[in-house]
């Protein structure tokens, strides 16, 4: 991975999808408005085909929630839903321990997040506007890290868990995710787009690097945060393997963990832990609503150009 | 000052990255005691030697392959499909790049869940749909390996959208004007111009089938036999049935395939795919 790149030119894509409402990665739309012609006709259709395929699963796991599970088997499982039963939702909380599952995810994810970025901003600013000798060497212990995904260190991991005695613990599911390559670099890569001028200037002023890193570095550098802090916060309710694995106990399980008992349960209940995969998604369903922009700008780092490290990639996606 | 900025990271880098790193071949060159109140014992790299050509890690390494098979090429294209329709412009055309990038909001999990309701044996909308029979080896894998499929659709489908939306439509305007036709321009212009995204997606694609787990945990638990058994399956080993000693190598040997799928990316990314700068 290049790391003497320019800074990547997110805001190219920035620019495009400013201004659109409910837009993902939005066509311009500055051309004026244009009738439908047949041809287009012929595209609707495909599109609708591909919705409905993308959207059927979906579609069948809230028909499968709604509906009463043995009715619904006994009605030959047709594609409409059967004798429904909206208190689901509400079962998914009393009966299936939905609400304590969620506030420890979101307590996780919180702490998770926030400290990630904190030891993000940090590092980024050290290697983009301080000189230290060593720099190449601690460069490539982050880099290194790339290598080592949870789902390789994870035998070793519990092993230390287990040793500090932090198994069922908030500090067991968090502090191993405290610090985060794909931030440091992201982020770094914001910095680099402050000149350095600017540095020299406000040291001449009487800045120190504190003054400097929160008046001008992060103000400047907000947007690619903002996309830092939705992409961590997806990873980070979305972790399964490792919370998986660092609890035993059913009062630490974190949401998607708690999904788990699904194969277990007794066929007619199955309905409440699909009731119960519907609400865990709603929270990325606001996130992906209300901070599009910054979700896809996030996801898009380093794909289309800039860093193309296998980190971003497995980091992106949290699983 | 400098040190100040980064010990935070590096410490924590330190210990839950590097030191498992270090325990993991520890684990992998001693012999665990029977109980746990004796003392690990030195027996070599032959050890680890004897765990990387195991049965174990061969048929895991054969069934995260088959995982990859199945989940890579299918879904660069369906995410090429997805961008390629979705990249033009027509009213409420948002509206269809919103559903296609829908599976975004999805973890592993609650996709894992949302297939559990198609394929399940009992009460899968299509248990009797044998190209999809969690019954069988072959068919099981595919099934598990759509749910990946499925979940990365959003992901792939932006990327590629943001790539597309990169590429200058003077030069599709050129093209046309030379006489180029729609298919000629996709494969000449368009496919060259996106490789850095698509090669992007491909090694998405590959860690994400290296790292999966809850789609099988969920859907197949390792079987049948141990047919879905991928390579992270038998490290995480959720039954219990290896020692410290045969997870760790295992885990040593998933290292070496990211090593490799980065080395791969490196050194493709240095010299084949085309900038579009």
């Known amino acids: ?300 780092a380093g794909a289309v150009k800039g860093c193309r490290c296998s980190l971003c990639s497995s980091s992106s996606n949290g699983r | 000052m400098a040190l100040a900025f980064l010990a935070p990271a590096v410490l924590i880098f330190a210990v839950f990255s590097y030191y498992p790193l270090y325990r993991l071949f520890w684990y992998a060159t001693h012999r665990q005691p029977r109980f746990r109140n004796k003392e690990a014992t030195w027996v070599g790299f032959g050890q680890l030697w004897d765990t990387l050509t195991s049965r174990d890690f061969t048929s895991g390494l054969l069934h995260s392959f088959q995982f990859m098979v199945y989940t890579v090429p299918l879904g660069l294209i369906l995410g090429v499909l997805l961008a390629v329709a979705a990249h033009r412009r027509l009213a409420g055309i948002k509206i269809f790049q919103t559903i296609f990038s829908s599976t975004v909001a999805t973890s592993v999990a609650v996709a894992s869940v949302v297939f559990f309701t198609l394929v399940n044996p009992e009460v899968g909308y299509f248990k009797d749909v044998s190209w999809l029979s969690l019954s069988n080896p072959q068919s099981a894998m595919f099934a598990v390996a759509l749910t990946t499929v499925w979940q990365n659709l959003g992901l792939t489908f932006i990327i590629v959208l943001a790539a597309l939306q990169a590429v200058p439509d003077e030069m599709n305007e050129a093209a046309t004007l030379d006489g180029f036709s729609a298919t000629k321009r996709f494969f000449r212009i368009t496919v060259p111009l996106i490789s850095p995204a698509l090669l992007f997606l491909a090694v998405v694609l590959v860690v994400s089938a290296l790292q999966a787990y809850a789609q099988i945990e969920f859907l197949t638990g390792g079987g049948p036999g141990d047919a879905t058994e991928t390579l992270l399956y038998k490290i995480a080993d959720p039954k219990g049935v290896r020692g410290l000693d045969v997870r760790s190598g295992l885990s040593i040997g998933l290292f070496a395939l990211t090593a490799i799928v980065a080395a791969v990316q490196y050194s493709l990314l240095s010299k084949r795919v085309h900038y579009g700068d």
């Open chain 1, 1 to 300: 991975m290049a790391t003497d790149q320019p800074a990547i030119p997110l805001d190219t894509l920035t620019q495009s999808t400013r201004g659109t409402s409910a837009a993902t990665v939005a066509a311009p739309d500055s051309a004026p408005k244009r009738r439908v012609r047949p041809a287009d006709i012929g595209w609707y259709v495909a599109l609708s085909l591909l919705s409905l395929i993308v959207l059927f699963p979906i579609y069948m796991l809230i028909l499968r929630a709604l509906s009463n599970p043995l009715a619904y088997v006994a009605q030959g499982q047709p594609l409409y839903p059967v004798d429904v039963e909206w208190d689901v939702f509400i079962k998914a909380f009393t009966e299936a321990d939905l609400g304590r599952a969620m506030g420890l995810s979101l307590l996780v994810t919180t702490i998770i997040v926030a400290v990630q970025l904190l030891t993000a901003v940090l590092a980024a600013y050290a290697f983009a506007f301080l000189d230290f000798p060593g720099k190449t060497a601690v460069f490539i212990l982050v880099i290194g890290t790339l290598l080592l995904p949870i789902e390789v260190t994870l035998i070793g991991n519990l092993e230390t868990i287990r040793g500090l005695g932090w198994l069922n613990s908030l500090q067991g599911l968090t502090v191993p995710f405290l610090a985060t390559a794909f931030g440091i670099f992201l982020i770094r890569q914001g910095f680099a787009a402050v000149p350095r001028d600017l540095l020299d200037a406000s040291q001449l002023d009487g800045y120190g690097h504190g003054r400097f890193l929160f008046r001008v570095a992060i103000p400047v550098t907000k947007p690619i945060i903002g996309s830092f802090v939705v992409i961590a916060f997806l990873g980070g309710w979305n972790q399964y393997v490792w919370p998986r694995f660092a609890t035993d106990q059913s009062g630490w399980q974190t949401v998607q963990v708690a999904l788990r008992s699904i194969g277990s349960d007794r066929v007619d209940r199955l309905n409440i832990g699909f009731a119960a995969a519907i609400l865990a998604a709603l929270p990325l369903l606001a996130l992906l609503i209300f901070f599009q922009r910054q979700m896809i700008r996030g996801l898009t």
